[in-house]
């Protein structure tokens, strides 16, 4: 189980107040979405749920389980190391199997050679796509989810969406904290809004986004998603 | 089960180090072996320029041992510090990783520093038992504790080091810049009973000048004249230790903040 007691925690720049005495508790196997406003502090709480961070007041409790990877998520990798070496050092620290996680990752991908040069070397967009490829091939009680739960293109969105489905049906409990209500929608059987600081429970995705203040169903614009990936690992 | 998590905690401890190993050098064809050649060429080029002085520090003693025997505790303090604020730097986007805390990558760090400690004070006694002749530590036991306090005076700046540079950028620049006087205020150059009473009582306050005369005892066998004080060290690793703890409680929780509810 993971559990936020009465949690206070500030925006990284230190004036925004993100968590006002918040508390939640997400059981075993359970999908929870978590709607939140854009600029709200989403990144923020996944880094205190993935214990990234502490809570200024407050516990983030991770009981029989250790804390979850973001998806998608980096920052573990070293930019001097090859794909190949980063996947199986971490792999390794994960306590899975080196060669079950490359040979995935190698299906998933089809990156070949680009794993035997350094990451700082490859594109911006493979490094995103190693780190999906690693965060899914990782085996872990939970998923959580920063907006974004695949990237790339159609082919790898589509791998990253069956192998979450996958990950899910066998009884992996998911924490997406999303602005979107379609996405939401579609992964989540609980929903919270962030809003005011606390984090409320709602009956569906629409409830929770209406609370949280997010826009309306806006189509979902992948290119953005895309870009916005990119960004963050360029 | 606590027994499986002892072991899988120390499993993570070794894959940090190993990963240490790997990514320190990783741009260098030389590799890791650069964290061995470097401090034996510092200490070569010292012994180089005090033989061409023909400078004696101590009647009696080789310079090359004399030298080095000075010069290891100091390159031990110094590699740990450094092995452990660049280490953090390079390993902080672990910290999270299946449950990697700050406190294991800088454990791995240290423990890593530790050996590479070891290493290096056995390959300079080798080289200088090539090179200078007989080599032999009057007191072993004496010569391991040097070894260990200088690494440990080095962990623990070193983990006070890292975490000041975690929350401050102030910090980051003007420690390096304050440990260079270390170099010359740590009996490197000098023994301990050839400065006068006034200087030396000054200069008793540095937790590594005890060190090295006692690294200087333990090699040599000579009388430190009661200079020797182990609390000095001993104390100075505490009081880092315990401003690391606090800091590294302030670099998880973020800088003060303004409450704008």
Redo the contacts between chains.
Sequence with gaps: MIALDRVC??H?D????IL?RASAAFAPGSRTAILAAAGTGKSTLA?LI???????TGRVR?IGC??P?ILGSA????P??TGE?NLR??A????ASPESVLALTRDMTGLGCELAV?LASVPAGVRARLAFALSYA?PAPWLLADEVTATGGREFRSACDDLLAARLARGAGLILITSNSETAARWGENFLALAG?RLIPAASAAEASGLAGTARNLPRNEDEDESRTLEAYA | MMLHGAF?WL??IR??M??ET??RY??GRVGYAWAFLLPLAWIGGLIAFFGWLGHRPMAGVPVAWFVASGMLPYVIFRQTISGMTRGLS?G?????????RLADVLFALALLELLNAIVLSALALCLLAVFVGQVTLADTAGSALALVLAWGLGAGFGRFAAMAALVSDFAARILPIALRPMFWISGIFFAAADLPGSLLALLSWNPLLHVTELARRAAFGRDDHGFIDLTVPVLAMAICLAGAHALE?RA??????????
């Design positions: 925690h500030f990284a230190g004036r925004a107040l006002n880094r993935a214990g990234q961070d502490r809570p200024r991770h250790l804390p990877q920052t573990a990798f070293y001097w190391l070496a050092l971490l390794a620290i994960a306590g350094p990782l600081g | 899988r499993a993570v894959l940090l190993i990963r790997r990514i990783a741009r390079a902080r986007g672990l910290i999270g990783f299946s449950g990697i409680h998880e929780t973020g800088r003060p903040a303004r409450i704008v509810p």
